[in-house]
């Protein structure tokens, strides 16, 4: 009998070691946006820090650190989120209130051609599209890297099936950014 669970593990374990040969430095305090995830715990374990995620609608204006005991970060994860926000450029206005000048965000999205885009995403990002959005938010690019991604598994259906060729291989975009 096959175990699911590992296999999750283990493709969460991957995605956290490639989100870590990112990260360049993280300073305490760290906000991460969304909820507590496996993604987030990962972290808090191999880097033995305390993360502060968010609670509240991200495409409104009442979402908040969960346990608010810093007025600012120095640190801001925002891994897999910004496609699915209605606003993203509302959200990122909305964070400069959680941070400084000397904040670093991280930020991470995929990118695929339109005929995998899903139901799940408000936002599909061409790289002209999200700089753009981001520029005009007020921030700048302090690194980026993308890597290719395919996804693993059954092929039951023509989606996973073009998941195998480089077609149909999503590209994982990673920004680090700060105030201009």
């Given at each position: 009998?096959?175990?699911?669970?590992?296999?999750?593990?283990?493709?969460?374990?991957?995605?956290?070691q490639?989100?870590v040969?990112?990260?360049?430095?993280?300073e305490?305090?760290?906000?991460d946006?969304?909820?507590?995830?496996?993604?987030?715990?990962?972290?808090?374990?191999?880097?033995n820090?305390?993360?502060?995620?968010?609670?509240?609608?991200?495409?409104?204006?009442?979402?908040?650190?969960?346990?608010?005991?810093?007025?600012?970060?120095?640190?801001?994860f925002?891994?897999?989120?910004?496609?699915?926000?209605?606003?993203?450029?509302?959200f990122?206005?909305?964070?400069?209130?959680?941070?400084?000048?000397?904040?670093?965000?991280?930020?991470?999205?995929?990118?695929?051609?339109?005929?995998?885009?899903?139901?799940y995403?408000?936002?599909?990002?061409?790289?002209?599209?999200?700089?753009?959005?981001?520029?005009?938010?007020?921030?700048e690019?302090?690194?980026?890297?993308?890597?290719?991604?395919r996804?693993?598994?059954?092929?039951?259906?023509?989606?996973?099936?073009?998941?195998?060729?480089?077609?149909?291989?999503?590209?994982?975009?990673?920004?680090?950014?700060?105030?201009k």
């Amino acid at each position: 009998m096959i175990d699911l669970r590992s296999d999750h593990f283990k493709k969460t374990e991957q995605r956290v070691q490639i989100t870590v040969d990112f990260l360049d430095e993280t300073e305490l305090p760290i906000l991460d946006i969304g909820q507590p995830n496996e993604h987030c715990e990962y972290l808090k374990k191999k880097f033995n820090i305390e993360i502060t995620n968010t609670q509240g609608n991200l495409d409104l204006d009442k979402w908040t650190p969960l346990n608010p005991k810093h007025a600012k970060y120095n640190t801001v994860f925002c891994f897999e989120v910004i496609e699915h926000l209605m606003s993203p450029r509302f959200f990122l206005e909305r964070l400069k209130k959680f941070i400084t000048k000397d904040t670093f965000i991280y930020i991470s999205y995929p990118r695929r051609i339109e005929f995998f885009w899903t139901r799940y995403h408000f936002h599909e990002y061409s790289t002209k599209r999200f700089l753009h959005m981001i520029d005009d938010a007020g921030y700048e690019v302090v690194k980026h890297k993308w890597i290719w991604e395919r996804g693993k598994g059954f092929i039951f259906g023509i989606r996973p099936l073009f998941r195998l060729t480089p077609i149909g291989r999503a590209k994982r975009h990673f920004y680090k950014l700060r105030l201009k």
